[in-house]
């Protein structure tokens, strides 16, 4: 980065820290604060909706409250791809540091056989009822591409009919372009005959091809980039009606370190449950805003918080809210639902000096249809138009930890979960097809890829032949599978005789003023990183938010 830039990127910083420090000196907190929108969380759906609703609706203020440190403090953590595992794993502020309790299973080797459900993605969320066709994939296309900014130079019209190019969002093939033992990757995949896709996210899913990402000249492009910030630029003063009337100011306010901690309910019509403001803590004090006429509360707490939240403010299952001494106001099945893309990786030992630099993440991905039985998918299995496994390969330079090794990792994940037998069939298949890439030249002659790390610790290698019955594969999944952090579905969207907690316009069943905008809201989890698709469901919001406030 030049110093220039640098030093553009500290004086941003600044002035934003400033503008926090600001508004908490200032605030008198004693006089009602009223907005007309609140918004509880800046992650991916409330940086999104601020933005969209300050600029299409005139005259509005909204207060995003968000219980994490600004995205500035994080000195380049977030914004440099390449450090995203110090990100992800250290429990700080930007990190709240949940696990994922033990999976107590019975072994599943030899079930009996389940099937597979099919990915049909968007047109399912958009199956369950008249109202929800505003869900369908055509529809959801729109926005992906209303947001996009793709820079891929050779854009055809295919490519074209897939993405966005005037969006705020910034797309870009992998900045640097990729490395050379991951474009190994690609033709140890093709001598299996893994078509390649040079778009997954166009026509077709399957085959073997390069990731795109959400960067910007080789820096990530978050949503707090692309469109929060562009939120915080729109600043107006609307002169009051009277001439010493203070007038409006029609602004995104943001607030850090702010932990919501429940919704205030409006105590005059109790049975309508009408959200009127949230409490909140700050600085150890807890405090209260409120919503003014035709505003909403709108919680982008995210998949774990949003739900609780909720159950806080007494909406959810009648037994939880009980045990925790939690009046019911309404009882709905907040919480469950819960689904992710299930993972499990191998680590391949590559020759010394193959990984020449920093790796922006996941340069490749093999997406392919796993086989249900267990067994190496074959070629019909790689055309499978129904794919439901995406490999994510990355490549790794020589950590100490780990034997001072270069590697490359291979990652599958479940991306169409059915929670029975047949997932654990499907990942042993995909890690089986990871070990046949492995074995496949140029890996295992240029780079001289030949021992894997499937023992019990990184850092013990064997050799690629090995003999691996399915219950060592079984045992070897059971321990070392993890979450992609693709969680979604605790606050799900469908009608509520069918275990719905939001309706089609994303608004909480049985009460007013109150939305959910986040993955909480998937009915399905989509057969790909949850991201964009979350970002799009803020970006849809916002619109039927809009239509219903200019009613
Ligand atoms: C480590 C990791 C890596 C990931 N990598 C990818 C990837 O490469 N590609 C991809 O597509 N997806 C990825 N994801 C998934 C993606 O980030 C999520 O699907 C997406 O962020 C969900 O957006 P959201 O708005 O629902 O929630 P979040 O983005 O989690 O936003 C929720 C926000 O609300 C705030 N909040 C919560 N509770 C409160 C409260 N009580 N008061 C105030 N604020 C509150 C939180 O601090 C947070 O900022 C990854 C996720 C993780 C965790």
């Excluded at 503008?19 to 006089?31: L, M, Q």
């Excluded at 389940?114 to 055509?138: L, R, S, T, V």
């Excluded at 820079?151 to 190019?165: A, C, I, M, V």
């Excluded at 998918?377 to 100490?400: G, H, L, M, W, Y």
Aim: charged letters at 25%.
């Amino acid at each position: 980065m030049s110093q220039e830039k640098s030093q553009e990127e500290v004086e941003i910083r600044e002035l934003w820290i400033k503008k926090i420090c600001d508004n908490h000196k200032h605030t008198k907190f004693e006089t009602k604060e009223i907005y007309d929108f609140i918004i509880v969380g800046a992650g991916t759906a409330g940086c999104v909706l601020a933005r969209e609703l300050i600029y299409c609706i005139p005259k509005i203020s909204i207060l995003v409250l968000e219980a994490g440190g600004p995205d500035a403090h994080s000195n380049g953590l977030i914004s440099l791809p390449c450090t995203w595992p110090t990100a992800a794993f250290l429990v700080d502020d930007h990190n709240w540091g949940y696990v994922t309790e033990e999976q107590k299973m019975q072994s599943h080797i030899n079930p009996t056989k389940e099937m597979i459900k099919k990915a049909k993605e968007y047109n399912n969320w958009a199956a369950q009822g008249p109202e929800y066709k505003i869900w369908d994939w055509d529809h959801c296309l729109e926005v992906f591409k209303a947001m996009e900014n793709n820079s891929r130079k050779k854009s055809d019209k295919n490519f074209k009919k897939f993405h966005g190019f005037n969006g705020l969002l910034h797309v870009e093939d992998c900045h640097d372009g990729i490395q050379d033992i991951m474009s190994g990757v690609i033709d140890a995949a093709k001598n299996l005959d893994i078509p390649y896709n040079e778009d997954f996210n166009g026509e077709r899913q399957n085959g073997v091809g390069t990731y795109q990402f959400t960067s910007k000249e080789g820096k990530r492009c978050s949503l707090v980039d692309s469109y929060l910030r562009d939120a915080l630029k729109k600043v107006e003063l609307h002169p009051g009606l009277e001439s010493n009337d203070i007038g409006k100011v029609a602004a995104v306010d943001i607030r850090s370190y702010t932990h919501v901690l429940d919704i205030i309910w409006d105590k005059e019509n109790k049975k309508e449950n009408i959200a009127i403001g949230v409490r909140y803590f700050y600085n150890g004090i807890i405090r209260e805003v409120f919503v003014a006429p035709k505003g909403e509360v709108i919680l982008c707490g995210g998949v774990f918080n949003s739900p609780q939240i909720l159950m806080i403010s007494g909406v959810g299952p009648k037994e939880n809210l009980e045990a925790n001494n939690i009046k019911i106001r309404r009882e709905l099945p907040v919480g469950r639902n819960l689904m992710d893309h299930p993972s499990c990786s191998i680590s391949a030992k590559s020759t010394k000096g193959s990984i020449h630099h920093l790796s922006s993440g996941g340069e490749i991905v093999i997406i392919h249809k796993a086989n249900v039985e267990g067994k190496i998918p074959c070629k019909e299995n790689f055309f499978d138009e129904n794919p439901d496994c995406q490999i994510t390969a990355t490549p790794f330079c020589s950590p100490s930890k780990y034997n001072n090794t270069d590697r490359i990792n291979l990652l599958p994940a479940l991306n169409v979960p059915s929670s029975v037998a047949d997932d654990l069939y499907r990942m042993i298949s995909s890690l089986k097809l990871c070990r046949e890439i492995i074995k496949q030249p140029p890996l295992s002659t240029v780079y001289n890829v030949k021992e894997i790390g499937i023992n019990d610790e990184f850092g013990k290698w064997c050799t690629n032949d090995i003999d691996m019955s399915d219950e060592d594969w079984e045992k070897y999944i059971l321990n070392k599978s993890f979450s992609s952090s693709h969680a979604c579905g605790t606050v799900k969207m469908a009608p509520e005789s069918k275990g719905g907690v939001v309706n089609h316009r994303l608004q909480v069943h049985g009460t007013k003023n109150l939305r959910v905008v986040d993955a909480s809201i998937f009915p399905y989890i989509p057969s790909g990183n949850t991201n964009a698709p979350t970002a799009m469901v803020a970006w849809k919001a916002s619109r039927l938010i809009i239509e219903d406030y200019m009613e």
